[in-house]
């Protein structure tokens, strides 16, 4: 209840359902009269008082201007106390979404430093940074990292700011020196005495020289290193340049748009991140530390690993898986559902199934293209007849071969890094060509999405590929790397983790590939297109289209006649080298130790389509 006392500017208080609320309308009006009579005739004038209804009935207290003042320096100290804890500590979290006014400023210093190759300011929780840095409290920035993809979590920010500050802080030249002495540890390779190439491998010439690269006979390749022989041998039939980053890159790039194979050493972006992988502890911290996941793992019972599509129906996998569930349950722990490349002489005769069935489908289209021009033709019409039913008998004996005889080679399994390593970094005595085999795979897939026709992409599982191999980024304009030849079309990053001993079946690819590899050796050896016929490929229908038939290990001459005939040549990869690997080129690998090997594609040529499509693709 609010009451007033004429011209007064007193607050009092009034209880509620005082007296005053009692009054009539006529009192208060006689009240007021008499206050202003009283003003009238001179009498002393009254103080206006405001009167308000406290909730409660209970009296408010006053400002105390003393207490105001101690409350105001508390929170002017402790707001000084927290930003000075920032600046010393680093200490206020990721803070990668606040919107303050140094963050445009941070943002120019940066990039400023990453253009002149230096290392961006810290600003984790665990010290260090920039002024701006730290009074955000925002994490590490990787050097040359990408906005749209790559890992953004403190965790990775904080591995790598440990490395990029304190264990391997930048330096080329470091990095560089690193990857020619594990060069050197491991012995260097030389053409053997037969296979001398009118050019020096190491030396090349400006432009690609006629006949390169020189190839030799497949099985005198083989003879002078089998390739079940994990064990380096140093003289081999190498006939592809080395160019050096740093002064023969303008060589490389004549070579790459010719479109033919060639290998690139000692890149700096290369050298340090194979030097970071092989620094002893990295790999654990990265592969098994935030990210403590499963990723793919593939399992062959012997060393040959040869890739496939799945094309058993859903009962028929739930009934392998549950063969292979039953057998571990009853105490083979070995069992699994790889069963290794596959015996020649069941390829042939599938081979000559799928050669039918091509057949059969070619003659039918014909004879409905025929047929739609003369429909009035009755022995068109039967032709139509005779080719559709050969199709469909075609399929069914295809079919019934497959339910027969075709098992899948390898088995896609699940484990972590630690699991994989403790199946893979044995002795030598418990490796050999029919012990069996694991690997590893990582999958980074930057603008891929999460789902692939094939699905063959992880997302999320390991995008942290695209901040560890900087030059596989898919970067436009002048900051293009040199082994993308077009990023718009890049598949993401595949890394690729090899025991000793394994072997990838021979195969070619539809799109160019870079191929990087980061610790051990691998054994690359690589054909021409114009070689497709003398591959005696599996054909077009098969779950491993695209991979030869032929064992190279122990061919099969009686059965594939023309593999002697194919040329080949070969390359051993070390830590920090780079292979450019154009469209439809054949490659078979041999992992020579413990080994890291990723790669990238991006897009592909049809400069070499008329020799793949000779051979039936």
Avoid at 266 to 295: F, N, Q, S, V
Avoid at 471 to 489: A, S, V
Avoid at 514 to 540: D, F, K, S, T, V
Wanted: one cysteine or more; aromatic letters at 10%.
């Amino acid at each position: 209840m609010h009451q007033r006392r004429p011209n007064s500017s007193v607050i009092v208080a009034t209880r509620s359902g005082s007296d005053s609320d009692n009054k009539s309308l006529e009192e208060r009006r006689a009240e007021r009269r008499l206050a202003s009579k009283q003003r009238r005739d001179g009498g002393k004038k009254l103080k206006r008082v405001k009167r308000r209804t406290i909730k409660g009935g209970k009296l408010g207290w006053r400002k105390n201007p003393h207490l105001e003042m101690a409350c105001f320096a508390f929170g002017l100290f402790a707001l000084i106390g927290v930003t000075v804890f920032k600046l010393f500590r680093g200490g206020g979290g990721s803070g990668g979404r606040r919107r303050d006014v140094f963050k445009a400023f941070e943002k120019k210093l940066q990039e400023d430093r990453a253009a002149k190759g230096q290392i961006h300011e810290y600003n984790t929780d665990s010290g260090g940074g920039g002024f701006f840095s730290r009074l955000r409290g925002s994490k590490y920035i990787i050097p040359e990292s990408l906005k749209r993809i790559g890992n953004k979590d403190t965790w990775y920010a904080a591995l790598r700011q440990q490395y990029d500050a304190e264990i391997l802080p930048r330096d080329d030249e470091r990095s560089i020196n690193f990857v020619q002495e594990t060069r050197a540890r491991n012995g260097a390779y030389t053409q053997t005495e037969a296979a001398q190439t009118p050019y020096d491998i190491h030396n090349c010439p400006e432009y690609p020289p006629e006949g390169y690269p020189i190839q030799w006979p497949i099985l005198e390749v083989t003879k002078n290193w089998p390739t079940d022989d994990a064990t380096p041998h140093h003289e081999i039939y190498q006939g592809l340049c080395v160019f050096d980053y740093r002064t023969e890159l303008h060589k490389a790039d004549n070579y790459r748009h010719a479109e033919l194979p060639f290998v690139v050493r000692d890149d700096p972006a290369a050298a340090r991140t194979a030097e970071r992988w092989m620094h002893p502890g990295y790999l654990d911290k990265l592969l098994m530390g935030e990210e403590d996941i499963e990723r793919r793992t593939e399992y062959s019972p012997n060393n040959h690993f040869m890739y496939w599509v799945d094309k058993r129906s859903r009962s028929e996998r739930q009934r392998a898986a549950r063969q292979v569930r039953e057998a571990k349950k009853h105490g083979n722990d070995d069992a699994h559902g790889g069963f290794g490349r596959g015996d020649q002489e069941e390829f042939v005769s599938a081979m000559h199934l799928l050669d039918n069935l091509h057949e059969a489908r070619h003659e039918l289209d014909k004879a409905r293209e025929y047929t739609e021009k003369h429909q009035d033709d009755d022995e068109a019409q039967e032709e139509v007849r005779k080719w559709d039913k050969r199709l469909k008998a075609a399929k069914k004996a295809k079919q019934d071969e497959e339910a027969k005889n075709w098992k899948p080679p390898t088995e896609n399994l699940r484990m972590t890094y630690l699991e994989w390593l403790e199946h893979a970094n044995v002795t030598d005595d418990k490796l050999g060509p029919d012990n069996p085999h694991w690997y590893f795979r990582l999958i980074g897939c930057g603008d891929m999405g999460e789902h692939t026709a094939d699905g063959s992409c992880d997302k999320g599982s390991s995008e942290w590929l695209f901040d560890e191999l900087t030059f596989f980024q898919p970067r436009l304009g002048e900051r293009r790397p040199f082994y993308m030849i077009e990023p718009q079309h890049q598949k993401g990053i595949h890394c690729r983790f090899g025991m000793k001993g394994v072997i990838a079946e021979n195969h070619f690819d539809l799109s160019r590939n870079a191929i990087a590899l980061l610790g051990g050796q691998r054994r690359y050896i690589l054909a021409h297109p114009n070689q497709c016929n003398n591959m005696n490929l599996l054909p077009r229908g098969h779950p491993s289209a695209r991979h030869s038939a032929v064992d190279w290990a122990n061919p099969d001459l009686e059965n594939f006649p023309t593999f002697s005939k194919a040329h080949v040549n070969e390359i051993v990869m070390q830590p920090g080298d780079v292979l450019y690997l154009p469209t439809n080129w054949f490659h078979y690998i041999v992992s020579l130790e413990l080994n890291f090997q990723c790669n990238t594609r991006s897009g592909g040529e049809r400069l070499y389509r008329k020799e793949v499509n000779d051979c039936g693709f």
